[in-house]
């Protein structure tokens, strides 16, 4: 089957990225909020990624000849594609998809016709499983459903899909332009022609498909960060270091570009403490990770969340 309509569940920070470099490549895009609510707080995120990518855009002349240019991978197939015309080129693209999004609440709308859904809704069992349900009778026999769940593993959901054989997982990285990781992995049930299916949509999107050949919790990205977030997490939440000082440890003794507390940043709280709180010593305030926990909760309820609201550990603003 040949993807072209798609709609992204969702409209978080990785659910808008994947929306817009989705349109950006081309295909017809919708996302789905489940309230007005949802989106209206889509909308500024929207907004946000098209002034990312028009900034991206003028910054691409100077990476023309350059033999390693650091330029947004999922723009280009190779560096010889970056040249003027491709560049104006997708500078018109930019508008269009900027100025043409759509955004729905309506089930049907939605789901209906998509070839391919994108679940990026919160990492919460109990709303993955109503949110397959709810969409299940809407969709047509062919399309494909995806989660992008983060650590959550697909034959968790595949009974409440309606579509064992065609369910699987696409997770991505954070800042996909640059970024452009898309983890393909299938469970048990799920059809080789759709495993093929996505990956060659990742590849499609400007995504570096990493394939999974069996299920994993936390894929390969988050089979090692996850380790290291909980590690830095453990440091802060038992007064060992502030933040600050983890991360330039980390940076400096490896040379790392980011380290835990900036990427949390990046991640944003709310989906750590998501995460965080599944580890059954999370919920003991008397060890080192549910330490951790309450303090990321106290940010949190200042609005302290990240990169998204200006400022978490790190200020943006």
Same mark, same amino acid.
């Given at each position: 089957?040949? #993807?072209?309509?798609?709609?992204?569940?969702?409209?978080?920070v990785l659910g808008a990225q994947i929306a817009y470099v989705t349109a950006f490549h081309g295909f017809d895009v919708t996302i789905w909020g489940r309230s007005e609510g949802s989106i209206e707080r889509v909308k500024p995120r929207i907004d946000y990624?098209?002034? #990312?990518?028009?900034?991206?855009?003028?910054?691409?002349?100077?990476?023309?000849?350059?033999?390693?240019?650091?330029?947004?991978?999922?723009?280009?197939?190779?560096?010889?594609?970056?040249?003027?015309?491709?560049?104006?080129?997708?500078?018109?693209? !930019?508008?269009?998809?900027?100025?043409?999004?759509?955004?729905?609440?309506?089930?049907?709308?939605?789901?209906?016709?998509?070839?391919?859904? #994108?679940?990026?809704i919160a990492e919460v069992v109990d709303e993955k499983k109503a949110f397959y349900e709810k969409i299940a009778p809407y969709l047509k026999d062919e399309a494909i459903l995806v989660t992008n769940s983060s650590t959550l593993l697909p034959s968790t959901?595949?009974?409440?899909?309606?579509?064992?054989?065609?369910?699987?997982?696409?997770?991505?990285?954070?800042?996909?332009?640059? $970024?452009?990781?898309?983890?393909?992995?299938?469970?048990?049930?799920?059809?080789?022609?759709?495993? $093929?299916?996505?990956?060659?949509?990742?590849?499609?999107?400007?995504?570096?498909?990493?394939?999974?050949?069996?299920?994993?919790?936390?894929?390969?990205?988050?089979?090692?960060?996850?380790?290291?977030? !909980?590690?830095?997490?453990?440091?802060?939440?038992?007064?060992?270091?502030?933040?600050?000082?983890?991360?330039?440890?980390?940076?400096?003794?490896?040379?790392?570009?980011?380290?835990?507390?900036?990427? #949390?940043?990046?991640?944003?709280?709310?989906?750590?403490?998501?995460?965080?709180?599944?580890?059954? $010593?999370?919920?003991?305030?008397?060890?080192?990770?549910?330490?951790?926990?309450?303090?990321?909760?106290?940010?949190?309820?200042?609005?302290?969340?990240?990169?998204?609201?200006?400022?978490?550990?790190?200020?943006?603003?």
């Amino acid at each position: 089957m040949k #993807i072209k309509k798609v709609t992204i569940a969702g409209g978080g920070v990785l659910g808008a990225q994947i929306a817009y470099v989705t349109a950006f490549h081309g295909f017809d895009v919708t996302i789905w909020g489940r309230s007005e609510g949802s989106i209206e707080r889509v909308k500024p995120r929207i907004d946000y990624l098209h002034e #990312i990518f028009t900034k991206e855009l003028i910054a691409c002349p100077s990476y023309i000849g350059q033999e390693n240019p650091n330029y947004p991978r999922s723009f280009f197939n190779n560096k010889s594609e970056i040249t003027e015309e491709k560049i104006e080129e997708l500078k018109k693209v !930019n508008e269009k998809v900027y100025t043409e999004m759509k955004y729905t609440t309506d089930l049907k709308e939605a789901f209906d016709d998509a070839d391919l859904v #994108i679940e990026a809704i919160a990492e919460v069992v109990d709303e993955k499983k109503a949110f397959y349900e709810k969409i299940a009778p809407y969709l047509k026999d062919e399309a494909i459903l995806v989660t992008n769940s983060s650590t959550l593993l697909p034959s968790t959901f595949r009974e409440y899909t309606g579509r064992e054989d065609k369910f699987l997982s696409l997770h991505f990285a954070n800042n996909i332009w640059r $970024q452009n990781l898309a983890e393909v992995m299938k469970q048990d049930k799920t059809s080789d022609e759709a495993f $093929q299916t996505v990956i060659e949509f990742a590849k499609e999107i400007g995504m570096y498909p990493a394939v999974i050949k069996k299920e994993q919790a936390g894929y390969i990205l988050n089979s090692i960060l996850v380790p290291l977030i !909980n590690a830095g997490l453990m440091l802060y939440g038992d007064d060992v270091a502030e933040p600050e000082d983890i991360d330039m440890d980390w940076k400096i003794g490896t040379g790392s570009p980011k380290g835990p507390f900036e990427i #949390i940043d990046i991640v944003g709280i709310t989906t750590v403490l998501n995460i965080t709180k599944r580890n059954p $010593q999370a919920n003991d305030p008397n060890t080192p990770i549910g330490k951790a926990v309450k303090k990321l909760e106290e940010r949190a309820a200042k609005g302290l969340k990240g990169i998204e609201t200006g400022e978490g550990f790190y200020k943006y603003k």
